[in-house]
């Protein structure tokens, strides 16, 4: 059965650094497109980046352009989203994202940001 598993997420300070992996099976991970959704507390559930199936095409939340990095190994069914000088506001629960058939997710992975 299809599966997405994230992992990485934790506590940072200000100012630092996150990578999430999401590792994916049970479908054909390199036709589709792969993405990062967050949700914060109270707020809805937001799209954060996309890649394409060939990883040469990516789209980014405006708020978070110039930070995050979608990428993905085909090889290694795995996508992964390098977060870069975080911010407070950048807190939430990470989920992992495909549409196989139906709207497939992770259980999500918390991201908090704070000194």
């Known amino acids: 059965q299809v599966q997405l598993v994230e992992s990485g997420g934790g506590l940072v300070q200000p100012g630092g650094s996150l990578r999430l992996s999401c590792a994916a099976s049970?479908?054909?991970?390199?036709?589709?497109?792969m993405k990062w959704y967050r949700q914060a507390p109270g707020k809805q559930r937001e799209l954060v980046a996309r890649?394409?199936?060939?990883?040469?095409?990516?789209e980014y939340l405006d708020s978070v352009k110039g930070r995050f990095t979608i990428s993905r190994d085909n090889a290694k069914n795995t996508v992964f989203l390098q977060m870069n000088s975080l911010k407070p506001e950048d807190t939430a629960v990470y989920y992992c994202?495909?549409?196989?058939?139906?709207?497939?997710w992770g259980q999500g992975t918390q991201v908090t940001v704070s000194s």
């Open positions: 994202y495909a549409r196989v058939g139906t709207e497939r």
């Open positions: 049970g479908f054909t991970f390199s036709i589709y497109d």
């Open positions: 890649v394409t199936p060939s990883g040469y095409t990516t």
